[in-house]
């Protein structure tokens, strides 16, 4: 998947929670998103504020998706509430390769 078709799918799927969501479509929807939330925040805080909130459930949606695509239970995205290490974690799950049978 390219940049702009992620990017696409990202926002028509914006509250979708079921199904799957490869790596690339997850990493280029993750890269764009922290591009524009940089560019916002340098034009005005309160933007860069605006965009946070406005892409919260996008980027949940798509997170979880990828965790069901890596096979792992979509429960496990609360483990990124944890400072630093739930970051860490987090990456460390969504870099897992897809999963034939993954779990739902």
């Given amino acids: 998947m390219n940049f702009g078709t992620a990017i696409a799918t990202g926002f028509q799927k914006y509250s979708d929670f079921t199904g799957k969501a ?3 479509e997850f990493w280029w929807f993750q890269l764009f998103l ?3 939330s940089i ?8 933007l860069g ?8 459930v996008p980027y949940l949606a ?5 965790l069901r695509d890596g ?3 979509w429960g496990l995205i609360f483990i990124g509430l944890v400072p630093i290490i739930g970051t860490v974690v987090m ?9 034939v049978e993954a779990a739902e």
């Fill in 39 to 46: 560019g916002a925040s340098a034009l005005w805080d309160a």
């Fill in 49 to 56: 504020a605006l965009w946070f909130v406005a892409t919260i």
């Fill in 34 to 36: 922290v591009l524009v």
């Fill in 91 to 99: 990456i460390v799950l969504w870099t897992q390769p897809s999963k």
């Fill in 22 to 24: 490869s790596r690339s």
């Fill in 62 to 66: 798509i997170g979880v998706r990828r």
């Fill in 71 to 73: 096979g792992f239970p």
